[in-house]
């Protein structure tokens, strides 16, 4: 079957560093995205990874294990308004997104 | 209109009633997708489309049709609104399916009673 498994909560303090991680399980594999949701909002589009490796883009850096099927979505220097729900997605032989459940960050001060 | 945008931003239908989710993007993308959203649960793909006039069925598509008459609009159409359909509805577009960024309308947030 198909999965993406992904912490439901996690609690970071400001200004610090938080890893979430994702596992996939698809059938096929062309990607993975990672999209961050704010409450009662839309999701919005903050990373894909097809090749192995590190992407960097500012504070928010996603990496992505094929071999593995795991990816993490890094945040550096957290700020409050980084509180949000953050969706993994992988995309499969269809070329259809598989979402995970996304995980609920909590900034404290 | 900028963007994708979906209509209306909130309903609440009596179990039994027809109703359409009206969702229009003017960024020209070919690939379209509805979505619901339930607590603890990921989006869920209910149907798509890759292009104006196809349209294929996503993981839950039962009690929900479409169609693609052009690239703009992509309603949604409950036949007779059951209490389980109660949920957020997501549209989306891209430029690509399934390998480029999705953007999403505001949501619908529908309430079947």
């Known amino acids: 079957g198909q999965n993406i498994d992904q912490p439901t909560e996690m609690t970071a303090t400001e200004g610090a560093i938080v890893q979430i991680n994702c596992t996939y399980q698809?059938?096929?594999?062309?990607?993975l995205f990672w999209y961050q949701q704010h409450a009662g909002e839309a999701p919005t589009f903050l990373s894909y990874?097809?090749l192995d490796g590190l992407e960097e883009k500012g504070r928010f850096s996603s990496f992505l294990s094929r071999s593995k099927g795991y990816s993490y979505l890094l945040l550096k220097e957290l700020q409050m308004k980084d509180s949000a729900s953050y969706l993994c997605?992988?995309?499969?032989?269809?070329?259809?997104?598989?979402w995970g459940a996304g995980t609920k960050l909590i900034i404290k001060p | 209109i900028a963007g994708i945008t979906q209509a209306p931003t909130s309903q609440i239908l009596a179990a039994g009633r027809r109703m359409t989710l009206r969702c229009t993007q003017d960024m020209r993308h070919n690939a379209m997708y509805w979505y619901r959203q339930d607590l603890g649960l990921g989006l869920r793909l209910i149907h798509y489309?890759?292009?104006?006039?196809?349209?294929g069925k996503g993981e839950v598509p039962d009690g929900y049709s479409v169609s693609r008459a052009n690239t703009d609009d992509f309603p949604l159409t409950l036949a007779s609104a059951v209490p389980s359909q109660t949920s957020v509805y997501f549209c989306a577009s891209s430029d690509g399916q399934g390998v480029a960024e999705a953007f999403f309308g505001q949501g619908t947030r529908l309430t079947v009673v």
């Open positions: 698809t059938s096929g594999f062309n990607g």
């Open positions: 997605a992988g995309t499969d032989s269809n070329y259809q997104l598989i």
């Open positions: 489309s890759n292009t104006a006039g196809t349209t």
């Open positions: 990874n097809v």
